[in-house]
């Protein structure tokens, strides 16, 4: 008769032995994927600020470059120190192309070697690239449209900083250097949501003239791309040339500190102050139209 007793008594303790093993399991479970995500959350923001911090670099070696004396050597090492490198260094090995067959008076034929063009240290084409994590991590759909959408918010943002440098004759020719941060742009008129960018460009010219009427053959040159179809403008740029002394310091006067800020994308006044300062004042007949 007592051991009856027992057995049914310890029946509600097995019970609560179960459910307190499984709301401890449920707690170790939460707590797991708490620290996954703030785990997961800091080395993005960690990574971003890393990224930012190079890219500042790189502006702040841009400005003290004198972008009318440079040359190969001055290029190379600006370009090499922040990461980048000879866009023909990434083509793959060939054979010289034999050419057209040449007969002479004889009959006898001969051919004139022609060599694939490669970087040489008076025409080479160099460029770089300074980005964050997200963008590489392939997302597609609802995911992507999530990512890029919630995670501005805490601070991890997606965006890329680029130049392209060319030499010809041994002298910078040209330049293109910007910063875009990629944001989910809201539905459009196929009721997709986007990604678009946002940012900041300068491009430089040795020289005005051109058929492309290069700064529209001013030195000094600001204005905004607005993007088709009921898009709101989303790039800034600047056109300088190599020239121009001061304006061109101004062009280059990037900051990127808001790329980290909370619950907003950067706006042009922060990413290049001193150009859209220019922009806005309109003086010296620099300001271009903002297309329609």
């Not at 204005?223 to 800034?236: E, K, L, T, V």
Request: hydrophobic letters at 35%; aromatic letters at 12%; glycine letters at 8%.
């Amino acid at each position: 008769m007592g051991s009856r007793l027992f057995e049914v008594a310890d029946i509600p303790s097995k019970k609560t032995d179960t459910r307190g093993r499984f709301r401890a399991t449920l707690r170790w479970a939460s707590r797991l994927v708490l620290i996954s995500i703030v785990g997961s959350w800091l080395f993005l923001y960690i990574d971003s600020v890393y990224q930012r911090r190079r890219a500042e670099s790189l502006f702040a070696d841009l400005r003290s470059l004198d972008f009318s004396t440079a040359g190969f050597a001055e290029v190379r090492d600006i370009m090499v120190r922040h990461g980048g490198h000879a866009m023909q260094s990434q083509l793959q090995p060939r054979l010289p192309d034999p050419g057209d067959p040449v007969i002479d008076g004889q009959g006898n034929v001969s051919f004139t070697l022609r060599y694939w063009p490669f970087c040489t240290p008076r025409n080479c084409t160099f460029q770089l690239q300074i980005m964050t994590r997200l963008p590489r991590i392939p997302l597609i759909g609802r995911t992507a449209s999530f990512f890029y959408t919630t995670l501005p918010y805490i601070g991890v943002r997606s965006w890329v900083a680029y130049a392209l440098f060319e030499v010809r004759n041994g002298k910078l020719y040209r330049s293109q250097t910007g910063v875009g941060e990629y944001r989910m742009e809201s539905p459009d008129y196929t009721g997709y949501r986007h990604l678009a960018p946002l940012g900041y460009q300068v491009d430089t010219w040795r020289e005005s003239t051109g058929l492309d009427r290069r700064c529209n053959n001013r030195d000094y040159l600001v204005g905004i791309s607005h993007g088709g179809g009921r898009s709101s403008a989303n790039f800034f740029g600047a056109c300088v040339l190599q020239s121009a002394g001061m304006p061109l310091k101004r062009a280059f006067d990037v900051h990127l500190r808001c790329l980290n800020s909370l619950f907003r994308s950067c706006r042009f006044d922060e990413l290049a102050p001193s150009a859209w300062a220019d922009y806005s004042d309109g003086g010296a007949g620099n300001r271009s139209p903002a297309p329609k």
